[in-house]
């Protein structure tokens, strides 16, 4: 099972990092050993002083595929969940300094939260869903896949074009803006439209 990620897939978030808006997607991995489940805490880790959050709606691939057109590109997933890309800030541009690959800055142990999956039968439309995170009671990031600068269907035909997608890959579609810095004591919790569906303390 690989876990694939997005980066900058809306256009408030990567003016937030003072990025340009890809021309392609631009994806990276994490991989299996960065997955928390719900309702297990995060545990900060003594490698860096700039943890973000990065909420972001996660599909479940749910058949192989290769070279999967756009119009066939929904039939390959079924269900819907959210995630926090967790992000190690400083690593991360390091890295970008140096031109270098984002692995550890993004793929350490607990680095992709996640909550259960929803079957896309029972949420409103897949390209227009809202969702958002609170931290500690407040709303810091809102996003609706409408904003998405590759819709999900774009992201699986062309990622497909490189690579074989498998049942039981998962794929982080983008943060939208409003990504921040978590600290010990924090509550995270993660909402598709207004069901919780995530929630993680910072221990
Ligand atoms: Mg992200």
Same mark, same amino acid.
């Not at 805490?41 to 691939?61: A, G, L, M, N, Q």
């Not at 607990?110 to 409103?124: D, N, V």
């Not at 904003?147 to 999900?152: A, G, T, V």
């Given at each position: ?28 991995? =994490? ?11 995060? &545990? ?14 996660? &599909? @479940? ?34 890295? =970008?300094? @140096? ?6 800055? @993004? ?59 498998? @049942? ?15 600290? =010990? ?19």
């Amino acid at each position: 099972m690989k876990i694939i990620c997005i980066g900058r897939n809306y256009r408030e978030h990567a003016r937030e990092l003072s990025n340009p808006v890809p021309e392609d997607p631009i994806f990276f991995f =994490k991989p299996d050993t960065s997955i928390l489940r719900r309702n297990r805490p995060f &545990v900060y880790p003594d490698f860096s002083r700039d943890i973000h959050y990065e909420t972001e709606i996660v &599909v @479940k691939v749910c058949r192989n595929g290769k070279n999967i057109g756009a119009s066939q590109a929904g039939t390959y997933y079924e269900s819907i969940g959210v995630g926090i890309d967790f992000t190690a800030r400083d690593l991360q541009q390091k890295a =970008k300094e @140096k031109g270098l690959p984002w692995a550890l800055a @993004k793929g350490f142990d607990q680095a992709a939260a996640l909550s259960p999956f929803l079957p896309k039968a029972i949420l409103p439309r897949v390209n227009d869903l809202n969702f958002h995170l609170d931290l500690n009671g407040n709303t810091v990031q809102r996003g609706c896949t409408a904003d998405m600068i590759f819709s999900i269907d774009e992201l699986i035909s062309y990622l497909s074009k490189f690579m074989t997608l498998r @049942k039981g890959d998962l794929l982080f579609t983008g943060t939208p803006a409003g990504i921040g810095p978590v600290r =010990k004591g924090d509550l995270l919790e993660a909402f598709i439209e207004d069901r919780r569906m995530l929630w993680c303390e910072v221990k």
